[in-house]
């Protein structure tokens, strides 16, 4: 069974860094595009970052420069690098993969991560 399983979450002050990281595991052949979303407390859950297996990001406008996603495919791993924070980046963090495994395909989500800053 395909887990996703992150980590690298909490409090930090105004203009403070954070790393997140997502590590996948579960009878796994190949994942595809890996990204970070985040949902606030009554909003809707949105795209951060992503990262295509060959390396291609994309970012989301307000990320302006602040946050590097990157990958390391040997540990089915993905990172989420946060400086500059703001108190409107406070969210619960999610990790996404497309994952080709043993029984197929999926499209599978962490459990989340909260990421709280403080101004």
């Known amino acids: 069974q395909v887990q996703l399983v992150e980590s690298g979450g909490g409090l930090v002050q105004a203009g403070g860094s954070l790393r997140l990281s997502c590590q996948a595991s579960?009878?796994?052949?190949?994942?595809?595009?890996m990204g970070w979303y985040r949902q606030a407390p009554g909003e809707q859950r949105d795209l951060v970052a992503s990262?295509?297996?060959?390396?291609?990001?994309n970012y989301a406008d307000f990320t302006k420069g602040r946050f590097t996603i990157s990958r390391d495919n040997a540990k089915n791993t993905v990172y989420l690098q946060m400086n500059s924070l703001k108190p409107e980046d406070t969210a619960v963090y999610y990790c996404?993969?497309?994952?080709?495994?043993?029984?197929?395909?999926?499209?599978?989500w962490g459990q989340g991560t909260q990421v709280t800053v403080s101004s």
């Open positions: 996404n993969a497309g994952v080709q495994h043993i029984k197929g395909r999926g499209d599978y």
């Open positions: 579960g009878g796994i052949f190949f994942i595809e595009t």
């Open positions: 990262i295509t297996t060959g390396g291609r990001t």
